[in-house]
């Protein structure tokens, strides 16, 4: 399956009137294990890729780093969709961003609003929405439908604001209207401020689970009956593995 094939294929699973869910996977190995259980496409979280690096999250990676470990993932895949996690862009331009992304085989990309690299500074609602339509124009004349997740921080401080829930609907709003093809509020605290966004964005939703409790909006179940279009676990997924690999080997120690 080629690129271009790969990532229609990933955007019409955002439409298929059914919840996506896309295991965050952090090498080639748990990618294979994934794709083997039976999910058509996959994301790579940023977290989950930089421990598996011995890296740090929040864009201590280069993205030298972060695109070695894309390239090595999707070609573990190469005939199931992969979504990569690029944190704020690693400080580069849209254009470059897309150019090496599809390089390296991804056909979707998760943009958040936090520049960790200008110390944790949260873009504005304009200049998040810009970047976003740099890589949608990008991604256009390549070709390819990449499906840009737009993701917001409000909620990783949600004190900072008078209303988190109509912040949040402004930047992915113009997010949307910029070519974003999925929302993404990270951390989204309870059923009601989702389903706010739900009712007033235009495009597919995704939102954070846990893989063994489900999100602070309920459970996978209860994300499908509001309407949610796609479910990714974070750094979740890893962690929640952590006690059961510990518990394996405790008994040879």
């Known amino acids: 399956m080629d690129i271009t094939t790969r990532a229609t294929t990933l955007l019409e699973l955002h439409h298929t009137g059914t919840t996506l869910v896309l295991p965050n996977v952090w090498d080639a190995w748990s990618a ?21 690096r011995g890296q740090g999250d929040n864009e201590d990676m280069s993205l ?37 992304l599809l390089e390296a085989g991804a056909v979707g990309v998760n943009i958040e609003d936090t520049v960790h690299s200008e110390g ?16 949608r124009q990008a991604a256009d004349a390549a070709g390819v439908d990449l499906v ?9 401080d949600p004190d900072r604001f008078d209303d988190p829930v109509a912040e949040a609907l402004a930047r992915l709003t113009a997010c949307e209207e910029a070519g974003s093809r999925c929302s993404y509020p990270v951390k989204v605290p309870d059923a009601a401020s989702l389903q706010a966004l739900l009712d007033g964005l235009a495009g597919p939703v995704n939102v954070i689970a846990n893989p ?8 996978l179940e209860d994300l499908q009956v509001m309407g949610v279009h796609r479910v990714t676990f974070g750094p979740l997924l890893q962690r929640e593995l952590a006690p059961e690999l510990a518990a394996l080997v405790a008994a040879w120690r």
């Open 32 to 52: 294979r294990v994934v794709a083997e259980a039976g999910f058509p496409a996959l994301s790579i979280g940023s977290h989950p890729l930089a421990d598996s």
């Open 64 to 100: 030298d780093d972060a695109l070695d470990g894309v390239r090595r993932i999707c070609a573990a895949v190469p005939e199931v969709p992969v979504t990569a996690d690029m944190e704020a862009g690693y400080g580069a331009a849209p254009a470059e961003l897309v150019e090496r």
């Open 120 to 135: 944790g500074r949260l873009r504005s609602v304009a200049e998040h929405a810009d970047y976003i339509g740099g890589i």
């Open 148 to 156: 840009v997740n737009a993701r917001t921080d409000v909620w990783l």
């Open 212 to 219: 063994r409790t489900g999100s602070a909006a309920g459970s």
